[in-house]
DNA sequence: CGGTACAACATGTACATACAACATAAATTA
DNA sequence: TAATTTATGTTGTATGTACATGTTGTACCG
């Protein structure tokens, strides 16, 4: 996956294309001459032609030879009523988010708009990519999966792009704290609050937790994971909680928990874990070592997903809205879209415990 | 005299323009090299490269690196750019399909063409409905999986409005017997064959196989399947073959197994299912039945999927390219829009058999 | 016979230079 | 003062070089 092929006057294209997204310049505006972006952007005047050509090609420019180079007025549109949506996710092939994406295409499909589909693979380039990608054409509004969102947000000024053009946006699962627009989320410390409490109900002490850190999610329902100990006025082993990222979520999380697993004493006999994803894995580490769910280890995973009764012990899990959530998420964006939406607000989903038979006494 | 103010670059252009108007060249054509013709003009390889350039931006060429530049087929262009295509599969959220569609998304965005997504939940109307909608507005170009491929085709006046309006458009996984376009699809035949032979290789006999009925994959899958008896010169016990359709699915095939598996002799000894989500929800019903997976029942699986391997006893299966079909699909389509294709040809993959742990003896 | 490696050739990118054409404002001149 | 010239800065044209990248056919090797 490497495709750092990015022409230089293609990236200098990009940085003028913000330009005009983040008002930078505005229509009518006299843009720096060729010599002066030149020297600004450390390439050749040529280069900086090319780029300029291109946007000229595009209707972003016109230049006037002796005068200068000019922002364009934005094409007054054949005023045709656009109806297209973006949604952007992290991952589209994975686990729960094909099911939020079906909920937001179906719903969008009763309303005839039609959905334009990106996707980030958690990198913050390619959900760079993707946002300048959904500007290039008109676009009627945005729903958005941040992507690495417990890491800041360097596409700060894409998103006052969309708000300088008034396109209406929706984050879904978290939020950016740099912004304030509505989201749809759950309740992710609740979950894993009610995570823990089913275990220590049914008798378990030495629970391990296994999180993702670098999103949000993974941040709150390990906070969730720690009220319910200090409800109890427990202490959490520091050695039970397991912190992993998303580069690392193939093996740190696995090994860590064979480990755990393979203690003579102090082993644990409890797991929470970050999705049920990782729910079934640690499960066949977990019968690779001999041991059986739920009657050596209990596991909890979250969302809810088809994974979860796939396998031949039924997982414990906690619910996750998913294509309900993709529903509700374009039909609020629609009727911000539509005007009819004084201030949006968001929406906090309470996740459930369903327990099956992977948890026990 | 000081007309000689017409610019050299725009002598070429004129002059390889002319070329297009008293058929010089013809569309499809392949234009000497930039080399070649500054030398012949006189000029500098730049200043072909200018009057090239201005021609493709006018649509009268395309270039392609380290083939050559063509000429393009003169499409009646509003000149504006649309850089949209539109993919329309069964569905989103099950099974492979949301490998197919990623893989088409990263291979769009990587070409800076945005995704439409649609799905017809395999029913024919809302096939009907997410056709119109994406003819609606502009479109470079569509990708389409069949709805019930076997049972004809009532939308076929906006497949011809597709071809009438000059948009190319790709089939994945089936064709429509009435339609002639590229199709990239999986050797279904030949899979349920090399299923077939590998149970009759560990020497199953009876051996019982369930399939979709409406769509070609599985009717394709069933006549592999009795291909395979045939070269061995056997005979299929007819009560062993089960068919059903998208509506059925949810019960007849796993009650049709419970009475199989549940039969005091002849029961059968290993089952080819349609595909890996049947194969798993059958797996359930084996154990149900207090039989055992491979000892007392072989299960072969379709697609490879996720599933295939979620469970204790890993599935064997039949290979799908999932995101790679849906990766060379869209190379295959942005060829073909760009004119850079005189006879697009579809593709056939083969399918190889995965042996894992749920065959036996 | 089939696969690999490589050479040849196509377009793509980047930089450099030089001068021409044009617009504008300041300086000069009638 | 008004017209003209000049200076300066802009984009336009033209050419050169160099290397990167993608495609294809051929020669080679197993």
Redesign the interface.
Known sequence: MK?KAVPKYMQVKQEIQAWFHNGTVKPGDLMPSENELAERFGVSRQTVRQAF?ELE??GWLSRIQGKGTFVSAPQAGHG?I???VGLITT????YI???I??GA??AL?SK?Y??????TDNDKG?ER??LE??L??PLSGLIIEPTKSAEGNPNLDLYLALEYRGIPYIMLNEQYPELDGPCLKTDDALGGCLAVRHLLALGHEKIAGFFKMDDMQGVNRLKGFRQAYREKGLAIQPDLVVQYTTEEKGAKPLETALALLSRENGRPTALVCYNDELA?QLMEII?QSGLSVPEDVAVVGFDDSS?AT???TKLTTLTHPK?VMGQEAVELLLRMIEGKLSKPKGKLYTPELIVRSSTKR
Chains 1, 2 share one sequence.
Do not use: C, K, N
């Open positions: 495709e050509g090609g595009e045709e656009v109806r297209t991952y589209i092939s994975d988010f094909p099911h994406v079906r295409e179906a499909r005839g039609r959905l334009l589909l990106s996707s390619r990519e993707a990608m959904m290039g054409q079934v019968r994974l796939a396998t031949e294509s």
